[in-house]
């Protein structure tokens, strides 16, 4: 999943730009540009985007098995925390 592609949200940046604001930017959340995104959806998008590795999901089995649970409408675990993630942008 691409960011854009998701949010439907495109930064015109520059190559360098994007990798500055990548390194050094919170992510904004996705609900700031579609409100009805459910949080569950939300919450396996901020864990894929996570800066540190260790957020991240473990390996692709892994995060298949959660965009299953999306799937069948289960909740996703475990939730990833904020602190990467800019609230007011």
């Known amino acids: 999943m691409k960011w854009s592609r998701v949010t439907g949200h495109i930064r015109p940046d520059t190559p360098a730009g994007v990798l500055l604001k990548q390194a050094t930017e919170a992510l904004p959340l996705p609900k700031f540009y579609i409100p009805n995104l459910p949080q569950n959806v939300e919450s396996v998008l901020l864990k894929v985007l996570a800066k540190e590795p260790a ?6 089995r ?3 098995a959660e965009l ?3 799937q069948a409408g289960k909740d ?4 990833l925390s904020r602190q990467n993630v800019c609230v007011n942008k």
């Open 55 to 60: 957020n991240r999901y473990a390996d692709m």
């Open 62 to 64: 892994a995060f298949i």
């Open 68 to 70: 299953e649970n999306l």
């Open 76 to 79: 996703v675990w475990p939730r």
